[in-house]
Structure formats: structure tokens, C-alpha cells
């Protein structure tokens, strides 16, 4: 039962009316916020095409914390934890494909064999070592 209105019926009538209390607006307002917060985290990953210093274990438990959060504002049919928390998820996920993805491209460059150029500067480079 909701505790921000004198009575349900009062609380139907203004949420079917448009009328939003301002504890709903408080819910916007907190979602609108935390949500955004994750904006410069992937635009820096995706700008900087480097996710080493991203905890890829903090950002899967996160992900899956926002997917509870997800389900139980289903449940209780509040569109505020809705939609902040579909938002969210899609950063967070945005943040975890972004880190493997950047992950797996490190580790393909660091195993391909150097170029024929590469080896020969190399192969100089160590025969003319200072006496």
C-alpha cells in the first residue's frame, strides 16, 4: 500500500489525471540523476577505446542489481524504477560488451607475430650494442 497518499483511490485518480506527486517526482528526479551518471563513464571507454581500469566483476554484479531493481518496478508498476533502470541496464551492459570487447582486441594484437620490418629494426638494434 502506498503511504505518500490519504487513499488509493485518491492516488488512481491523480495518477490516471497526469497529476504526479512529488514523491513521484522525487523518483524521477533520483533515476534521472543516477542514470545519467554512467553517460561519461562510456563516453571516456568509448572515446579512449580502453577499458583496463574497469572492474568488469563490479560492473556484472551492478548490471544484474539494476535487472532486480528492473523486475521489482515492474512489479509494483512504478514507471519511474522502470525506466531508470532500463536506461541503466543498457549503460551498464554498453560498459561490460565494451571491456570484452576492448579486452579481446588487446589480446589478439599482443598475440600476432610482429611484422618483417619489426624483427629486422629489432635484429639491428641488438647487434649494435654499446661497448
Not at 533515476?31 to 566483476?57: H, M, N, Y
Amino acid at each position: 500500500m502506498r503511504t505518500d497518499c490519504p487513499s488509493t483511490t485518491l492516488c488512481d485518480v491523480a495518477r490516471i489525471s497526469g497529476v504526479m506527486s512529488k514523491v513521484e517526482w522525487l523518483g524521477i528526479l533520483a533515476g534521472t540523476l543516477t542514470t545519467i551518471s554512467f553517460v561519461p563513464q562510456v563516453w571516456r571507454i568509448w572515446r579512449r577505446k580502453s577499458a583496463e581500469d574497469v572492474s568488469l566483476g563490479m560492473f556484472s554484479l551492478f548490471a544484474t542489481g539494476v535487472l532486480a531493481w528492473l523486475g521489482y518496478g515492474i512489479l509494483i508498476r512504478a514507471t519511474p524504477i522502470i525506466v531508470a533502470n532500463v536506461v541503466t541496464l543498457i549503460l551498464a551492459l554498453w560498459v561490460i560488451v565494451l571491456k570484452l570487447r576492448y579486452r579481446m582486441f588487446r589480446q589478439l594484437r599482443a598475440a600476432e607475430p610482429s611484422s618483417s620490418i619489426d624483427q629486422t629494426s629489432r635484429s639491428r638494434s641488438r647487434r649494435r650494442a654499446p661497448r
